[in-house]
């Protein structure tokens, strides 16, 4: 049984370092099988808070730890017009990692990392049709287990309450779909709005496929959006996906209830809700 631990938006730069050591201690205890990152390890991309995400991966590789990331939008530089469209991401491949479409393989999953992150977008996502051909090669391939892309931007505009949607899609959305649900994709994890939750796809697009869709918080950043640091602690056993977010309290991360997902008429739902209090209303 695969355990994951899915965190996003680091933000390096724009951190708080009490966060990051409770992170990596809660991993520790978490013993995961592999830690994903969906994107912006830095705030703006300059070297300095490059090399502190660094130091980061590699104290979570020296604890035994295996690491797979992806950009994001943050890790393109901003200001500086010339490495931004003449060499966004040199620095992205220097300290974090020289492949753009990381691969991992465990016992009942298969981990692919897609690069969302543009230079011609400040804050949107795309993914190319180049792109789209590794995630059907790639998974054609694999052995079996629970298919898992991993992007930075949502290939969904998310739903939040009653209100708006929150973000936008991801640019190529309705080719990109095709080819997920090609590629039998069964998890879709990511992150980019700072905003924990999980949706089966076919809730959110009406040619989506039949993937659950995983969004992970900011882990370490001081940027909120209306919720507290977090990180997602995800469990595969067989055709069950078990979720536990990570939430941080002002003193240390803690597990939330438990969300027990199962394939149903080639969908995911909930298979298991948190009891109810007998004195709740």
Known sequence: MPR???LSDLHFGAHDPRLVEAVEARIDEAKPDLVVISGDFTQRARTEQFKEACRFLERLREAGHEVLGVPGNHDVPLYDALRRFLSPLTRYKRYIDETLCPYHELDGAVILGINTARSLTFKDGRISHEQMD????????????????????????????DGPALGDPVGRQDAALDAIADAGVDLLLAGHVHRASAHSARDLATRAGGALVIQAGTATSTRLREEEQSFNRIDIEGGRVTLT?????????????????????????????????ENAD
Do not use: C
């Not at 287990?145 to 505009?157: I, Q, S």
């Not at 977010?245 to 002002?250: A, E, F, K, L, P």
């Open 4 to 6: 994951l631990i899915h």
């Open 134 to 161: 590794i995630i059907r090669q790639a998974f054609a391939r694999a052995r079996e287990g629970l298919r898992v892309l991993v992007t930075h931007h949502p290939l969904f505009a998310l739903p939040v309450g």
């Open 245 to 277: 977010v990570q939430s941080w309290n002002g003193h240390a991360f803690v597990s939330g209830d438990e969300q027990t997902y199962a394939r149903k008429d080639d969908h995911w739902r909930l298979a298991h809700r948190p009891a109810v209090p």
